[in-house]
């Protein structure tokens, strides 16, 4: 369900789920954090290009198999994306995103997490984790857009337009209309190298933000304290269920 090539200093990461809006499974997650992985390790890559088949980017993730799945299996999947955003988030190499269709939810926090943002103008976004109680890429999110916004979004669910997200800085660039699939469109994005190469790009990181190491302990934390407060899996069947029916209405 995940395209992962390497190719003339790119590594392409694609989702490849379109009947389930490329909706995360927990292989799906731990298949993005072996790539990202993997594609920091490589120094022969200059970039990490970010797309997903169909009309969405992700919607998210997958939980078709809630019923079945206990509060630690949810912790354990919260944990897993955490360190996927954190991955991306330091990444020694330029990182790449492009959105079309719905990216919501841990979607919307993958997008956040890449240097360079591309959005068609269908694309929509929404941070959904804290109807839930979850406290999941908030301070990243805020990084993008500034404190005050970041904590209205999210606190109020709202929806966010192309538009929107490109004024607010949620999205860095305006993808011309096209019907090349996004794939196509990602990797030619990606082509031109950047100015500078690995190691300086990761000494800009650090120099940008020294506390980087310790917001990422302070990320997951957070993460883990809200997702370790009992009734998890009842909150997000409450939220689902709310969804659902004001999609109705």
């Excluded at 389930?20 to 390790?41: C, E, F, H, I, Y």
């Excluded at 939980?63 to 994306?81: A, K, M, N, P």
């Amino acid at each position: 369900m995940i395209e992962f090539t390497c190719r003339d200093g790119v590594a392409n990461l694609h989702l490849q789920a379109p009947a389930r809006g490329n909706a995360l499974s927990a292989p799906m997650v731990d298949d993005l954090l072996k790539a990202v992985q993997t594609a920091s390790a490589d120094e022969s890559l200059h970039t990490l290009a970010l797309s997903g088949e169909g009309r969405h980017l992700c919607t998210g993730f997958d939980l078709s198999d809630l019923e079945s799945q206990t509060e630690g299996d949810l912790l354990l999947r919260f944990v897993r994306i955490e360190q996927v955003l954190d991955a991306l988030w330091r990444a020694p190499m330029r990182t790449l995103a492009c959105a079309q269709g719905r990216t919501w939810g841990a979607g919307a926090d993958l997008f956040a997490a890449c240097d360079v943002r591309w959005v068609a103008s269908d694309a929509s976004f929404r941070f959904p984790g804290a109807g839930f109680g979850l406290v999941l890429g908030t301070r990243r999110l805020s990084e993008r857009v500034g404190l005050a916004t970041a904590r209205d979004w999210v606190g109020m669910g709202r929806d966010i337009d192309a538009e929107i997200a490109l004024a607010a800085g949620l999205a860095t660039h305006r993808l011309p209309a096209s019907e090349r699939p996004m794939r196509e469109q990602a990797l030619d994005l990606a082509a031109e190298a950047p100015a500078v190469d690995r190691l300086t790009q990761s000494a800009l990181r650090k120099a940008s933000n020294p506390q980087a190491a310790q917001a990422a302990d302070a990320d997951l934390a957070a993460l883990v304290r809200s997702a370790a407060r009992p009734g998890l899996k009842d909150r997000i069947a409450a939220y689902s269920a709310r969804t659902r029916a004001a999609r109705k209405t």
